[in-house]
């Protein structure tokens, strides 16, 4: 029975071309679901199996609109002889095709799955066509059952093609695959669907606003799952069950089965942390409080006494989930690993020294800026929020800026601060009504001699009682050390970790990834697989639309756990749609970011184009390394397929992705002017280069210290409940007598602090197939361009001088930042994981995509 229906020619000259097939089968976790194994033996003993035929890039079917003619189907071989191993597994297969030669060569073929269930295609390698030797075709995609399409699969050869310069034969197929996987905008969308949409921001919950779509609340779109619109209110979308997380997006965006199974482990092992401290909190003498400090470290004690020799678990396969609970790195089940911050010196990080250096080199070293106006204002419309200049005089920093005054120092360029005063009041009302107390802070710092920050002052705001168009309540903090003043300088720095923290994590951290998607479904929808554009970039897309999914349902969603754990709780959607209202893409490469924040000025001399104002700036001067590195090797590869700006114009698909990122994904800023025109080469490799930096390093940067220095949760708080102590009251006496009980007292519960660290401890981890910048899946034949790959394996030779020169800075004593009091060297910029820890929490490694 003939699979596809090719018809016989009695006149071809048929050759024989013989193939392998990598994939993996149907698993379940660690293990190959062999009850599936099963049918499928069953299916291939009444000839139902999988069938493939090559299709032409050379000879057109006058009988289907000139489509690329297909050849006779052939079968994978042995399938059911074939043992399936107890894990889940690569496996082989031959394929022998009869082809006819005057056909010329192949540069696609189609695969009908007649089997009960789905597998990994991973590769098909034609081992020796005519006339052009090995041809491969990388898959890397699920392949389900021939009853769950209305089409044929079909693969393309790894040869990259513009539109303008595809093989006649292979245009229509080029244009019916784009349609398949833009879909018809209709139903609920299955498992086994292929189809890239777009949605709005309508399933965070019944009593959040729908984020997206208005003026009030703009926002990225997320990707279409067609669930049905909710019984009590039609603009919302309805919810899965409780800890579902089987959220729609297409399969081949979905963990691989070795993510999940550590995801899954890392979840399980992190959460069932938080039962052993509560249980013993409730033995302490206030319930759901850390009393002291030391009862905070006692959450790490016993973590470091065992440790498992590497080579013992060897033999467990594939089984990630046993891996994750038995390690080798010297971290128990259940116990929270002891964070880097507080390694050294359990108590470094109160010092004003390190609370400015996490500034540069911390968790959000994205925030601080260059203040150019004393004493510093407020954006916010006076009509509205009334007057937010800041109540900080000279007199107040004068004393302690080494001998400078504010005038010579605004000069010189030597004041920074750190902002939150904006981004906060709209909402510090509201906040504060709840159980929930805060500021909104501001940090003015000093640059000092030695290239470290000296925090010279913090103003905590509140909105005036009575009302937001009365300004503001101000008070002023100074660095004091010893006495009830030392101990209200530990607290307002505190408060300013609060608002810098939740900052991080909604804006910093979570908005800008959700910038991405867009990208990512304007790219699969418009671009062909054949591509050079798709072929750059998709990489940088690996598992972003399946963890933003998971976020969506489990942490910033209704009652999630973000809501749990960060000051603007159930505002906290809301809090960063105000900042994507904000949102220029041209300014989020590295060096226009930097310049934007006033940490770098413009100067063609210096090595990357700009001259840090901060010198010993680890974050910023290792992204320049990466970000220079990233810019070259797209330059490179671009210019490979586009010869002039005519080329980027008169390229049809790579228009139309423009036009849908602008106009759909990013739809409610479609009309800003800052858009990039995608007319030239240079707009073409600007935004393809920013798309994979804050993809990948970007990102790192803001994920993996998460549990390095929010690991211990004193150090970066991200929720309070209290406001400062006043004097003549008993929680100012209490101050007085037991300032680290009040500290405590002051952040968050002890069941908010374990949750927030399980959780950061999740999203600090690598998996174990991780694939880190400069790196592919297949990279000797991700395309056939010999340019390519050439240009691809320099970017990988640059990145490892680029993580040389970053250990050789962390191990140069007069850059300060490099470490700090901590002495936590700055790495989350190396580009690359430790090799013999590939899933722990060692701070460092680019991956190159979103992937946690």
């Not at 000879?59 to 079968?75: C, F, H, I, L, S």
């Not at 399946?546 to 000051?567: C, H, K, M, P, Q």
């Not at 009040?742 to 991780?770: C, N, P, Q, W």
């Amino acid at each position: 029975m003939s699979c596809f229906g090719a018809k016989d020619d009695k006149d071809e000259k048929v050759i024989k071309i013989k193939g392998k097939v990598a994939l993996q089968k149907r698993n379940l976790l660690d293990f190959n679901d062999f009850g599936a194994s099963m049918l499928d033996r069953a299916h291939e003993l009444f000839g139902c199996k999988v069938c493939l035929q090559l299709i032409s890039s050379v000879v057109g079917d006058p009988e289907n609109e000139m489509r690329g003619k297909v050849g006779k189907e052939a079968y994978l071989e042995n399938w059911s002889c074939r043992i399936s191993p107890i894990t889940a597994e690569t496996v082989e297969f031959d394929v022998t095709f009869e082809w006819d030669e005057s056909f010329g060569h192949p540069g696609a073929f189609f695969i009908k799955n007649n089997h009960h269930g789905e597998f990994f295609l991973k590769t098909l390698i034609l081992e020796d066509v005519p006339g052009s030797g090995p041809a491969h075709f990388v898959c890397n995609s699920w392949v389900y059952p021939t009853k769950c399409y209305k089409y044929t699969r079909i693969f393309f050869v790894n040869q990259s093609y513009l539109t303008s310069s595809t093989p006649e034969p292979l245009r229509k197929y080029r244009e019916d695959e784009l349609k398949n996987l833009r879909g018809d905008g209709t139903g609920e969308l299955q498992t086994w669907d292929r189809v890239y949409d777009y949605a709005t921001y309508n399933d965070l919950g019944l009593n959040r606003p729908v984020l997206g779509g208005s003026k009030e609340y703009p926002y990225p779109r997320r990707g279409r799952t067609g669930r049905k619109p909710n019984p009590k209110d039609s603009t919302h979308e309805t919810r899965l069950c409780i800890l579902n997380i089987d959220i729609y997006c297409p399969r081949d965006e979905k963990f691989s089965r070795l993510k999940f199974s550590d995801f899954l482990a890392v979840s399980i092992k992190s959460l069932g942390q938080v039962l052993l401290p509560e249980i013993t909190g409730v033995c302490s003498k206030t319930c759901n409080e850390f009393d002291s400090f030391e009862e905070v470290l006692q959450v790490y004690k016993g973590w470091e006494k065992q440790r498992i020799d590497p080579n013992s678990l060897k033999s467990s396969g594939g089984f990630e989930l046993l891996k994750e609970f038995f390690r080798s790195d010297g971290e128990l089940p259940l116990k929270y690993p002891k964070p880097d911050v507080i390694q050294h010196d359990e108590f470094a990080w109160r010092s004003d020294e390190e609370f400015a250096r996490e500034m540069l080199a911390g968790l959000n070293p994205v925030a601080i800026t260059l203040l150019k106006e004393f004493p510093p204002t407020s954006k916010l419309d006076p009509a509205v929020y009334g007057d937010h200049t800041s109540s900080i005089t000279k007199e107040h920093i004068e004393p302690n800026m080494n001998g400078l005054t504010v005038t010579e120092a605004l000069e010189q360029k030597k004041l920074f601060i750190l902002d939150h005063n904006d981004e906060t009041i709209p909402y510090l009302k509201r906040i504060n009504e709840t159980t929930t107390k805060c500021y909104a802070t501001r940090t003015i710092l000093l640059l000092q001699e030695d290239g470290t920050l000296k925090p010279l002052v913090i103003e905590l705001c509140l909105v005036h009682p009575d009302g937001e168009i009365h300004g503001a309540i101000n008070k002023v903090v100074l660095p004091t050390e010893a006495g009830v003043e030392g101990s209200i300088w530990q607290l307002a720095k505190a408060f300013a970790a609060v608002n810098d923290s939740s900052c991080h994590q909604l804006i910093s951290h979570w908005y800008y990834v959700s910038t991405i998607e867009p990208f990512i479904l304007a790219t699969n929808r418009q671009l062909s697989a054949l591509h050079p554009i798709y072929k750059l970039l998709q990489p940088h897309f690996r598992d972003t639309m399946n963890i933003n999914g998971i976020a969506r349902e489990l942490l910033i969603s209704e009652g999630g756990y973000v809501e749990r754990i960060v000051f603007p709780a159930k505002y906290s959607m809301e809090f960063s749609s105000l900042a994507y209202k904000e949102w220029v893409f041209t300014d989020n490469s590295h060096p226009e970011e930097l310049i934007k924040r006033g940490m770098a000025v413009r100067d063609p001399s210096k090595p990357h184009g700009v001259r840090l104002l901060i010198e010993d700036y680890p974050f910023a001067v290792d992204g320049l390394e990466i970000w220079s590195a990233i810019d070259n090797w797209v330059r490179e590869y671009c210019s490979i397929y586009y010869s002039t700006d005519e080329s980027v114009q008169s390229d049809t698909e790579l228009q139309s992705w423009w036009e849908e990122v602008r106009t759909e994904g990013h739809g409610d800023l479609k009309d800003e002017t800052w858009w990039p025109k995608m007319q030239t080469i240079e707009e073409l490799t600007q935004s393809c280069s920013t798309i994979i930096w804050i993809a990948s390093a970007f990102h790192a940067a803001m994920n993996f210290g998460q549990y390095p220095y929010a690991g211990y949760h004193p150090n970066r708080p991200t929720m309070s409940r209290r406001l400062m102590p006043e004097p003549g009251t008993p929680e100012y006496e209490e101050l007085e007598k037991n300032p680290d009980a009040v500290y405590l007292k002051t952040i968050a519960s002890r069941f908010s602090s374990l949750l927030g660290i399980s959780l950061v401890e999740i999203l600090s981890r690598h998996s174990a197939d991780e694939i880190y910048l400069g790196q592919r899946e297949c990279p000797d034949y991700w395309t056939k361009d010999a340019a390519a790959l050439e240009a691809f394996k320099k970017f990988g030779q640059k990145l490892i001088e680029v993580e040389d020169k970053i250990a050789k800075m962390n191990n140069d004593a007069t850059l300060k930042n490099r470490t700090g009091p901590v002495k936590v060297p700055y790495t989350l910029l190396c580009p690359y994981n430790l090799p013999s820890f590939p899933m722990g929490l060692t701070g460092r490694g680019i991956p190159n995509s979103v992937s946690i």
